[in-house]
């Protein structure tokens, strides 16, 4: 006889009655169940002996470290190009600088997360269209490559072009132009994936809401990106980093209420409870404020001015970040309560019999 580790999670068989061809009999008659009914009447409420229909990904906080990095240097990305494109230099070298930086970091969290190095250079060995994973990690290399390039030629510049660039100096003057243009065009798919990367998964929660969550990172992206320049940058040239900013905080006000309402009610309960809901609560209430300082201060005159805009942008950036732990923490607890997986799936299925669908795999018994 052969044993398994979850052994110790099947139920006491009952004593066997009887000897021989009875007995036998009796098990073949389903008296000897692996499942008592009584258990599979009770699994919405328990679970599979008390245990989590699905499985939560072993992913901590560096993985939410690399949700808002990565949005905002998506954004960054996008912003720089704009300020290229309308000659606003400050604003361009600045936010080049923190797409760089952002893109950084973020690789750094990524990396603690994975736990060895190597295991990201795997993911780029192939390139997997059906993959959020790896379509995400080739979008974050090419992006950093263009945005590394754009931000070489600022760092260099900032120095009196006194970096030992040599004969490389006239081929980084060359490209700085099209890679700057090439991270503006990657930002968005980079401040996005990451939201088709969790919707993908079998966590309640997130699944629920694939629908809205990228045009939610979208425009956390867009706030905090707006609002790191808000604090980086003079109010002479921060104008389409406030109107950026501005912008993200009234669509992610909108998709984040949509997404909501737009979500099974139990799959949607995680957002709304726990430190998942703190969360997202001062989310809100952060990016009304940082947007309002930031109207607010396109209006002041001299130094009340930098300072508004610097603490505006302070609390978009600390919005952003509420906002990609909470949906981060909630798609975490929703796998741990068998109930968030469940219910939604009985609701499903009622809807789909009661709309007629009965010959499927799914409504067929």
Known sequence: MTSSEYDQFR????????????GAGRRRGG?????????????????????PVVKAPPWEWPVGAYLF??????????????????GRKTLRRNARLA??????????????????????????????VTSPMSV??????????????????????MLGDRLPLGPLRRVLRAVEAPAGLGAGLLGAPLAAYTAVLLSDTA???????????????????????GGLALVTTGAEQATPARNLAVLGVVGEVIATRTMHRRMDPVAAEPLHTGTPGTLMQWSEGLAIAGGVGALAAGARPGRARRVLAALS?????????????????????????????????????????????????????
């Open 11 to 22: 139920p006491q068989r009952p004593p066997r009655k009887g000897k021989g061809r009875k």
């Open 203 to 225: 966590m309640p929660t997130w699944n629920a809401a694939h629908r809205d969550l990228p045009f939610v990172f979208v425009s956390s992206a867009s706030l905090a990106a």
């Open 31 to 51: 008296d000897d169940l692996m499942v008592p009914q009584a258990e599979v009447e009770q699994l919405d409420a328990r679970g599979y002996y008390g245990h």
């Open 69 to 86: 990095l990565g949005g905002v240097a998506g954004g960054s990305g996008l912003l720089a190009a704009g300020a290229q494109l309308s």
């Open 313 to 365: 942008g302070v609390a978009l950036m600390a919005a952003s970040a509420c906002t990609r732990f909470g949906v981060f923490q909630a798609g975490l607890n929703s796998a741990a309560d068998p109930r968030y997986t469940i219910e939604p799936q009985k609701r499903r299925l009622a809807q789909r019999r009661a709309a007629g669908i009965t010959g499927d795999s799914i409504t067929g018994a």
């Open 136 to 157: 995400g990690s080739w979008i974050l290399v090419s992006y950093s490559g263009t945005i590394g390039l754009a931000a070489v030629n600022e760092v260099d510049r």
């Open 99 to 128: 797409g760089l930086g952002s893109a950084g970091l973020g690789a750094v969290a990524l990396l603690a997360d994975l736990g060895r190095p190597e295991r990201f250079l795997h993911m780029l060995r192939t390139f997997k």
